[in-house]
């Protein structure tokens, strides 16, 4: 009795040890949020009286509206506003294209293999070992021998490209524990080879039509050098705009609004993360177990 | 008029051959068993009627119908998989209706055709709910509801009670039978278990290595076995097959069975085909069941044998006892009454019919009739 009833107490306190452990993490990893959060609130003599960690003194929404429609990156000052319908532009067809061709890829190659299908596919795998860094020159060169001025255009056509083999990837070890008998009883049925992707394989392909999405759109959404490389003047995704921002050197550094920016920067990962973030290990894992 | 005719069927890889050459013939209405150890052809065979795999040579007709250059869906076929192939993100009556609406069949029709379907399977209650929400009896139901729903010339079932558990697979087998019966269909099923090919088939066709070995009734595979393979792979437990030298005496065949001492045993008027084995090695096979207690052997045969052997084990089954004795260095298993069954290191007697035993080439492995 008095041993069962020490352990269950030992085994409270080893429970509370990692509670408070656990705890402690996520407030070091929460600081900086809280630290750009509460800046961003503050005015700029608030910053330069008060301590990192303390509340703004008067709430504020200046820095933000300056952030959003007033701050100079470069020689321009509208700020980051237009550069974030950039990225939007730039993102939402490179998402959908990127995800849409990886599933058929990946349906080809899981069902409908041909000659060399699977030497296709482990070239398409060192594909994504590749880094951005070494594709740039190429990918500089084939978008002159194309002949495409425009940024976002430009852009579309850079992140689908270099998005492809990770969507295959995904849909295609999702497809592979299909079973093949599905693709049969639908040819049998009378269904084509489009006909089977469009009412079959994608209603079934939603968890991991949820992790292309996220993570083509975190991908893109964050991506620098691409951006930086392949674009220019106004026709710059907000990454871009943000590194210009906070480099530019006139007069006063504007702390409050640098993190306005950055805040405004990183919203749409955060809010997909928030929004799909249990789609996305649920996708991970569908492969993982059957049916 | 044939419903399926195989003429001269080849399938090849290379230089690998999957299927030798393979002819087989079956009447409207009849169950065609396909069945072989894994790997012997039996389900690429299926998919090549299907129209699921190419044809390397030779001609496959449905219904009188040459098939060889025509889709799946233009067969007139309809199949049952091993994994049921439910579009899962389909309900039941969807699942149904998704061929009739490739076909173009009119929505009334479609309604009609899955009420009578979900009527004749006795699952009305399902055709709302999804392939995830039903057990696998029910989905293996579905599956051939989805199939009946075609009405086609041909049914093909690839091995559809595999992956059920043995119970429901003893229901579902008789169910597939009085459908078959009740319906009038014609239905190729592939299978791996013999007792399944057995207990379902009007034809059997028993395949290995690629090769036809024997097509026929279930009671001539089991009767009169064209080889040794065929012989040990139909029925359990399987045929005894025991080394021996066939003798000849005033037109009887003899062969001499030791199990301790020589026993003569006749087996009756020798034929012209194993007279030219007479004097050299030859195997013979007898089933467990015709080997057997004097008391439980049907004894209406005026020769039959009799030798005295002794138990190595006893294995009761119930209803009889398998009785393990050594004959010729191997060991030989007898069906007697469990009470007729002695103990192992008795000696207890057995009785042989002999209008039943055969005799095999142990070279060509052929039976010699």
Known sequence: MADSYRQTTQAKLARMGIYAMLFLLALWFLAPLYVMLTTSFKSLDDIRSGNLLSLPQSFSLDAWKTAWDSACTGVECGGMKSYFGNSLKMMIPAVLISTLLGSLNGYVLSMWRFKGSDAFFMALLIGTFLPFQVVILPMAQVLGMLGLENSTGRLVLVHVIYGLQFTTLFFRNYYVTVPSDLVKAARIDGAGFFLFFFKILLPISIPTIMVCLIWQTTQIWNDFLFGVVFSSGDGQPITVALNNLVNTSTGVKQYNVDMAAAIIAALPTLLVYIVGGKFFVRGLTAGAVKG | ?369
């Open chain 2, 1 to 369: 008029m044939g419903a399926l005719s195989i003429r001269k069927v080849k399938k090849s890889y290379g230089d690998t051959h999957i299927l030798k050459g393979i002819d087989l013939e079956i009447e409207n209405g009849q169950f065609l068993i396909l069945v072989g150890p894994s790997g012997c052809g039996k389900s690429t065979l299926l998919n090549m009627i299907a129209g699921l795999d190419d044809i390397t040579s030779g001609e496959i007709y449905i219904a009188d119908r040459l098939v060889n250059n025509l889709s799946p869906k233009d067969r007139d076929i309809a199949m049952v998989f091993q994994s049921y192939a439910l579009y899962p993100n389909m309900t039941v009556r969807r699942n149904i209706a998704f061929g009739l609406e490739i076909r173009k069949v009119p929505k009334i029709e479609q309604d009609e055709i899955i009420n009578r379907v979900a009527k004749t399977l006795q699952m009305e209650h399902l055709l709302d709910r999804k392939p995830a929400q039903l057990s696998g009896g029910q989905r293996q139901r579905v599956a051939m509801g989805r199939a009946l729903a075609r009405n086609p010339a041909l049914f093909l079932f690839d091995e559809p009670l595999s992956n059920l558990d043995a119970k429901l697979r003893v229901e579902m087998r008789t169910e597939i039978k009085l459908l078959h019966q009740r319906l009038g269909t014609t239905i190729v099923y592939v299978t791996h278990d013999q007792i399944e090919a057995m207990t379902l088939g009007e034809r059997i066709a028993v395949m290995k290595e690629g090769e036809v070995r024997q097509f026929g009734t279930p009671q001539q595979l089991y009767d009169l076995p064209s080889d040794l393979y065929v012989a040990g792979f139909i029925g359990s437990p399987s045929m005894n097959f025991i080394p021996c030298v066939l003798g000849e005496a005033d037109g009887v065949g003899v062969v001499t069975l030791n199990n301790g001492k020589d026993q003569l045993i006749s087996l009756g008027q020798i034929s012209d085909i194993q007279r030219p084995f007479v004097g050299k090695p030859v195997i013979l096979g007898i089933r467990p069941e015709q080997l057997t207690d004097p008391a439980s052997a049907h004894s209406d045969h005026p020769n039959m044998q009799i030798l005295t052997a002794m138990v190595t084990i006893t294995e009761p089954t119930g209803p009889d006892t398998l009785v393990t004795v050594n004959i010729n260095g191997v060991k030989t298993v007898a069906r007697c009454h469990p009470r007729a069954a002695g103990v192992p290191g008795q000696s207890v007697q057995l009785s042989l019919d002999p209008t039943k035993a055969l005799l095999f080439d142990p070279v060509s492995e052929k039976r010699l009739a």
